[in-house]
Nanobody
Framework: QVQLVESGGGLVQAGGSLRLSCAAS????????MAWYRQAPGKQRDLVAT???????NYADSVKGRFTISRDNSKNTLYLQMNSLKPEDTAVYYC???????WGQGTQVTVSS
């Protein structure tokens, strides 16, 4: 069973940056499409960014130009570089193995104004 563990969340001022990491167990990480989602209090969980096994990426309009999704298959790790953070980016961020439909436990990102 694949397990995903996020890290890197925290409190940052508006305009700042954070990099989230998602460490995956198992040997099939490199074959699977991966994604980051986020869920703000009282709202639904929304897709933030996706990356395929061939490194093709897609982003939600709200984060285009500010966030970058990447992966290091040699380390079984998914990343989300978040720049120019805004208060509306405050949420719990989750990584997901899209092929296996496995979620991480989430990491809190709080952006203060």
């Amino acid at each position: 069973q694949v397990q995903l563990v996020e890290s890197g969340g925290g409190l940052v001022q508006a305009g700042g940056s954070l990099r989230l990491s998602c460490a995956a167990s198992g040997d099939i990480f490199r074959f699977n499409p991966m994604a980051w989602y986020r869920q703000a209090p009282g709202k639904q969980r929304d897709l933030v960014a996706t990356i395929t096994s061939r490194y093709n990426t897609n982003y939600a309009d709200s984060v285009k130009g500010r966030f970058t999704i990447s992966r290091d298959n040699s380390k079984n790790t998914l990343y989300l570089q978040m720049n120019s953070l805004k208060p509306e980016d405050t949420a719990v961020y989750y990584c997901k193995d899209e092929a296996l439909r496995v979620w991480g436990q989430g990491t809190q990102v709080t952006v203060s104004s």
